[in-house]
């Protein structure tokens, strides 16, 4: 950079740096942030398209989330990778609508592009926006719903993943744990009533999706260590430990020198103590199932057999985890602790009993739990692609079930809100603005119809017929006690239609967070006139 002087030039920074300035930095940006909105326009709604994403390695991901697609896309750019931070942002607010986050933030900066081309400059853009963010929050509260069907909210989220035909069955899971989880939940997270870290998740594939079942208790994809060991514990004293249980070798090197064969004996005999001290030590507290995140040593698989432990070894960290939250047992990280008085541990307990079972060819062990809270879907399905399709299906809609179990509130889908909304910015854009922010809060308005229109073209319909019918509903029609217009929204199995009495309903939050998050990364673009190379953060 360099600034003139009239002793010279001075150079503030290295000859060379990349600078991006003005309107070319502000179009540069407005331009990668619309290409991956555009990217990922065609998977939105029921109707939307999948997205076939291949690794360098090969490896195929096929999905129609949003947000899953943003996280395996290689993205270089940085305002597009802004985008993608909205992306995350609404799936860990909201499991949910990250493809209309995304849709939005794209569509308001492609408006604020012409806005800019005709001489509005960015920070009215900005002030007008964050009116509508106010405007919007408060045309919510009216359209907010209370009476709320948990199972069209399920079926909701759950059309347009490949889980399509089989919505109804996934959607009553998705009620069925959430109900379960608020009946006996040990911890609270969720505004005091479903906490979703006691939800796991099997997969089996293999068998139908109907094949699929809620378990109260923990799944663990495991077998027992050792043939001879119990199928089944009926009253179980749990240990769940995550040290392997083997010989402890020193941490030197060390070597020994041998000099006669009875020490050989003599040094393996001592080892074998090692060993069996540690498995009678177990015993000797009552333990009967021993859940290890590491290795068990082969002579400690036969001795616990011997005694008729059941014993999984190289379980998972977050199994460990779950398996502890739900049985109560402290994770030990130092069998010796289980000399000290009881205080130092806490063994876990199952209400049911602990049971090796197969689940199609794949043995499984069931920790039976109908009481400890956590609850396990087995999900079963064809192939790995399409049971992994289900998991993100299954993921998201068991979050809204659980965000409108929590927050109570809901508004009309398809398309709806958004129409309802924007009509709203319109009545907005009349009253009391200067002429170059009514542009922009107008600008926002047509924004908002990006999401209906996009559900029309996704579906096939014709969006012109399709968007002139409903704009007509929404702003010249009246409301009556039997007819609300501003829930009428885009059915993409039966056209336009009232959204309430078609049981396609979301979330508020999700609705609202959208919105919030594709203002705040719209108005973060906007304001950047200069993009400049910086030094790699960290120490130099
Ligand atoms: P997102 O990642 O934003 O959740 P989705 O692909 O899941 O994107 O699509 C969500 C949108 O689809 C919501 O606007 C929702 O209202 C709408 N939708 C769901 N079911 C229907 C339906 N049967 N007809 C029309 N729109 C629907
Ligand atoms: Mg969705």
Known sequence: MMIPNTNGPIFIMKEGTERNQGRAAQSNNIAAAKAVADAIRTTLGPKGMDKMLVDEGGDVIITNDGATILREMDIEHPAAKMIIEVAKTQEQECYDGTT???????????????????????TVICSAFRKCGDQIQTTLDDLTMSDINYLDIAKTALTGKSAGSIKTFLGQICVDIVSALDNNSRTT???????LDLVNLVKAVGGE???????????????????????????????????????KTTEMDASIQITDPNQITAFLEQEEKQIKDIVNLIVSKGINVVVCQKEIDDLAKHYFAKVNILAIEKVKKSDIDALSLSTGAKILTNLDDLNDDDSNYDLGQCHGAIEEKKVGEMPMIFFDDPVCGAVTLLLRGGTAPFVEEIERAFEDAVGVVAVAWADNTIVTGGGST?????????????????????MAIEAFADALEIVPRTLIENAGLDPVDEMASLRN????????????????????????????EAGICEPRRVVEQAIKSAIETATMILRIDDVISSRKAGPQ
Do not use: W
Not at 114 to 121: D, F, G, P, T, V
């Open 100 to 122: 209309t986050a995304v849709i939005l933030a794209g569509e308001l900066l492609k408006k604020s592009e012409e806005l800019i081309e005709q001489n509005i400059h960015p």
């Open 473 to 500: 509903i929404h702003h010249n029609k009246k409301a009556t006690e039997e007819y609300n217009p501003s829930h009428y929204g885009v059915n993409v199995e039966g056209g336009v239609m009232d959204m309430a």
């Open 209 to 247: 999706v109907q094949d699929s079942e809620m378990y109260g208790g923990i799944i663990l994809p495991k077998e027992r260590c050792h043939s001879g060991m119990p199928h089944r514990v009926n009253t179980p004293n749990i240990l769940i430990t995550n040290s392997p249980i083997e010989v």
């Open 189 to 195: 997270q969720l505004k005091g009533s479903v906490d």
């Open 418 to 438: 958004f129409l309802a909304l924007s009509g709203a910015l319109h009545k907005l854009s009349k009253e009391n603005s200067s002429g170059r922010e009514r």
